[in-house]
């Protein structure tokens, strides 16, 4: 993950976007050329847009990674969203917003 550069992408919305969900796709399409196993997932927070992050199958357990905050690791603890920067440890946040559900998008 670390030498993907998509989070070098700029965020953009209106017609010509590229917002989370193509983050998302670009380092899944990026890792299967390299053999990972990797899937888009879709996050709905309660009264909120919807969300993109990476998952990584490994042997290890699954991995959760958010590519349009420049590559945090992500996890989902009693429906909560906690990520935190592969880069610099001391750079963690909680975002306190009820996860209603989430899928694996294998269509990619």
């Given amino acids: ?3 993907d ?3 070098d992408n700029a965020y953009t919305t209106g017609v010509e976007r590229y917002t989370c969900g193509y983050f998302a796709r670009d380092v899944v399409l990026n890792a299967r050329k390299q ?3 990797a899937y888009r997932v879709i ?13 990584f199958k ?3 357990g ?6 349009t ?5 992500v996890e989902i603890i009693d429906g909560r969203y906690y990520s ?8 963690h946040s909680w975002y306190d917003l009820p996860v209603l559900y989430y899928f694996i998008d294998e269509r990619l």
């Avoid at 905050?69 to 690791?73: E, I, T, V």
């Fill in 84 to 91: 935190w920067s592969m880069t610099d440890d001391s750079v």
């Fill in 43 to 55: 996050i709905t927070w309660e009264g909120c847009a919807s969300h993109a992050i990476v998952l």
């Fill in 35 to 37: 053999g990972f196993d």
């Fill in 58 to 60: 490994t042997d290890s």
């Fill in 69 to 73: 905050q420049g590559d945090w690791w």
């Fill in 5 to 7: 550069n998509t989070s």
């Fill in 62 to 67: 699954d991995i959760y990674v958010d590519a």
């Fill in 1 to 3: 993950m670390l030498s």
